[in-house]
T-cell receptor, first 114, second 113 residues
Framework: NAGVTQTPKFRVLKTGQSMTLLCAQDMNHEYMYWYRQDPGMGLRLIHYSVGEGTTAKGEVPDGYNVSRLKKQNFLLGLESAAPSQTSVYFC?????????????FGQGTRLTVV | LAKTTQPISMDSYEGQEVNITCSHNNIATNDYITWYQQFPSQGPRFIIQGYKTKVTNEVASLFIPADRKSSTLSLPRVSLSDTAVYYCLVGDVRGNYGQNFVFGPGTRLSVLP
């Protein structure tokens, strides 16, 4: 049981380049989330999904797009990377059962935009 | 969306009990309280979740008073490995849970030898 797997673990981009981060979960969770975490800061919610084919904006969605074509995968795209998007990106998934909503996080993707 | 307030940092010594309090004055009827732990360079890890009174698991206890406007995470006999950032989250776990899954700055706990 792998849990939540993020690909890639590290990436360096030049300003203006595009890339896609992949998040895969094998727990059949309905909810999936993308966060960014800047040094010494808490996590900020970028986008989330409550089920296959659905996505919604979080706190800081500008500059990012997402897709959830399959229940197990949640993709985060940067169309034109900017240095301000240098951060560690975390993906998470969870169920939605009242009183039992533990979220599982991936190991993170460290992105540097130069 | 219930806003939470936690101390920015706390220090403790090995073997002591640590209590971290989170204030959430505008918590809604359907909201649950959840705590996560994060080590450097890792994603957060679920610790405990509760709705009211007291919840205990093998790692921690969560105390929630009757008015639910605050909660206290209790870590018994901490060790150096408990040094981490602890986050308190409050949100409705049904329906629009996703938009409520928002982390604040958390409490940075440092356990000293």
């Amino acid at each position: 049981n792998a849990g939540v797997t993020q690909t890639p673990k590290f990436r360096v981009l030049k300003t203006g380049q595009s890339m896609t981060l992949l998040c895969a979960q094998d727990m059949n969770h309905e909810y999936m989330y993308w966060y960014r975490q800047d040094p010494g800061m808490g996590l900020r919610l970028i986008h989330y999904s409550v089920g296959e084919g659905t996505t919604a904006k979080g706190e800081v969605p500008d500059g990012y797009n997402v897709s959830r074509l399959k229940k197990q995968n949640f993709l985060l795209g940067l169309e034109s990377a900017a240095p301000s998007q240098t951060s560690v990106y975390f993906c998470a998934s969870s169920t939605w059962t009242a009183g039992d909503t533990e979220a599982f996080f991936g190991q993170g993707t460290r992105l540097t935009v130069v | 969306l219930a806003k939470t307030t936690q101390p920015i940092s706390m220090d403790s010594y090995e073997g002591q009990e640590v209590n971290i309090t989170c204030s959430h004055n505008n918590i809604a009827t359907n909201d649950y309280i959840t705590w996560y732990q994060q080590f450097p360079s890792q994603g957060p890890r679920f610790i405990i979740q509760g709705y009211k009174t007291k919840v205990t698991n093998e790692v921690a206890s969560l105390f929630i008073p009757a008015d639910r406007k605050s909660s206290t995470l209790s870590l018994p006999r901490v060790s150096l490995s408990d040094t981490a950032v602890y986050y308190c989250l409050v949100g409705d776990v049904r329906g629009n849970y996703g938009q409520n899954f928002v982390f604040g700055p958390g409490t940075r706990l440092s356990v000293l030898p």
